[in-house]
Nanobody
């Protein structure tokens, strides 16, 4: 049974921190590349960060330096720690998984996920 379940979203003041979690219940070969996307109202969905099972992390320029993606394989859980949150970080955040990352601009990235979570809202004011 394939399932990705996010948690940890909420409302926070600018400058604050949040850690999102995602329990990734998919076959091992279907989560060789996992990551986070976000979509703000009226905007296209964008990649935030991804991590490749064989090594390699990607961060969007907009979050680089204040965001950390990590995973706990024993718990089948993916995390996104966000610090120094800004109002422009307000969005629905989605966890995603795929069989492979792709090299884009010299970095391994999750480009075409096969599985998605239902999303968790982050609001920064």
């Amino acid at each position: 049974h394939v399932q990705l379940v996010e948690s940890g979203g909420g409302s926070v003041q600018a400058g604050g921190s949040l850690t999102l979690s995602c329990v990734v219940s998919v076959y091992t070969y279907s989560k060789r590349c996992v990551g986070w996307f976000r979509q703000a109202p009226g905007k296209e969905r964008e990649a935030v960060a991804s991590i490749r099972s064989g090594g390699g992390r990607y961060y969007a320029d907009s979050v680089e330096g204040r965001t950390t993606i990590s995973q706990d394989n024993a718990k089948n859980t993916l995390y996104l720690q966000m610090n120094g949150l800004k109002p422009e970080d307000t969005a629905m955040y989605y966890c995603a998984a795929g069989r492979a990352c792709e090299v884009v601009g010299g970095l391994w990235r999750l480009v075409n996920p096969e599985y998605w979570g239902q999303g968790t809202q982050v609001t920064v004011s």
